[in-house]
């Protein structure tokens, strides 16, 4: 099995409303059959006018910008600095719901298309009733854990199976394979990439020699579940969770909540116990700790005194 | 650009002390000046003698993989069921270290080459002398955060460069690009294992036509400064850690250690003051919360009663 990728050249600029099958079957009349188009997801969103208008610049540009990013969030997953990654109501983990401002002009920000396999779908449909039989693959790229730099990944998908599945193969020592579930509409897109161009205009690529592997069920298999992704969520955000969960323990005190917010006001509170036992003051004891918990799930450090009629919590400037 | 993938059929199987260098050659005779020779870690690995010896089943053979994946781990990222991951001496973020039981025979694992890199630029230096200038990629098969499936991606590289930047390039419409680094040695890594077998013997491929872009400094590029990355830790990992913190905030307290570990093993533990003034009371309280909150760290869930002597902390069946 010998693989070509082939740029689509001279697509140009894409608008609202055009023809996207129209569009690349004149760029590359050489298109076969069993051939895999990868299209790069901005050109799809153009098409489907997935694009908000915003401020050129200043200061309501990026509070626009913030607006329509949490319009496109479903969950945020981690934030530091500038960065914002969150889970878009499609389901994929990016930097910024994928929202784009490269590629379009000043005034209009890009937005995923609302349904990429459904894009997918319809484009391979529409060369399909051209009597071209190619599968569809929707890509952007995107960032990841642990690696440096970003990769193009596979956002839709139609006419191909999302994953290869050697599970069950044996190898030559007759040891059966297992974790071997690969994404291959992820390592296509990749692929595709090499010969796209970020900012020349080569939105669309051509695989060609990828043997046929059924009809497939979309992009969207290769989704994880957010409860059995060991990564669901930033490592700070997951840390304060825990200083959080800490700080309720079993009792959700809205009390203990307001105190810490009243602290962070003010710089320091003093605590003393609801009645006059000892018991009285072990319960206020405990309560100073989940105070000054809660506010360590907001990275404020504290200082406690204890003395023989209360506690007196300060933050540390 | 066009890129072609070619599969090197008939490289056969590999062992400790052979020269992959003239495997190649003689599997690709074909190989020409400007192509990219992706390895596939696992020859690497043998040829270079990087298999341990452990028992074909029973007990012992995991009780062996347990050890021999301790030895490769720098620290423990992420743990759930069976699955860890953990972050190699390389510094590579892999589930098991990337050892692997599969095309070896029973009675052997396969780690990962000492320094990829090295080995990339060892192989490139051989076939330079042959007077072949080909690019060297030495790949694996990883996981990632947020998506099923696995991809290829590149664990050493000699003769590219690691990552292509587009920072500072204009778009048509005069957009400087950011964000744009893309990690093409993990693209062209994922875009050979679709020509590449996974119990096919297939452990080599060629991708002619990528254009050269200088040496390159190897793979390492890729690896992710851990103070760097928003996801070091595994969820549940980070979680557990802001309980832990939550138990000690400022005070390192051996005494709160041990008095968790205690009740664990008895399942309660009475506390009473150190003295008998109301700060004594308010310090035992204190110290309640970090008890259950060192408990709550390790997923024991726990009752407090408060009386006027002091404090019965009891662990939740």
Redesign the interface.
Known sequence: ???????VQGIG?VTAGDDLAELITKAAPWLADGDILVVTSKIVSKAEGRLVEVPADGPEREEARQRVLAGETARVV?R?GP?T?VQTHHG??M?AAGID??????THLVLLPVDPDASARSLRDKLLSQNKDVAVIISD?M???????????ALGAAGIE??RD?RG?????G?E????????I???S??A???KG??D?VPVAVIRG?PGTGEGSGAK????DTAS???????????????????L??ADDEATTQRALDIVRTGALRLT?AGP???D??????????V??ML??DGH?T??V??????TIEVIK
Chains 1, 2 share one sequence.
Do not use: C
């Open positions: 099995m010998k693989l070509e990728i082939l740029p600029d981690a530091r960065t990654i994929f983990v930097a401002a490269s590629n379009v002009d000043k790229t960032g990841r854990a642990w690696r440096n730099g970003l990769t193009d990944v999302a994953i050697h193969e044996l190898d030559p020592y040891n394979l297992v974790l071997t579930q690969m994404a291959v992820d390592e296509l990749a692929a990439e090499l010969v970020k900012s205009q990828y298999e290769l989704i994880r992704d060991m990564f669901s969520l930033g490592t700070a955000e997951a840390r304060a969770q825990g200083l959080r969960d800490a700080a323990l079993d116990p036992s000892p018991a003051f072990l319960r206020l004891g405990a309560e100073t700790h989940r000054r918990t360590a799930a450090r200082t406690v204890f003395d023989d009629a209360g506690a």
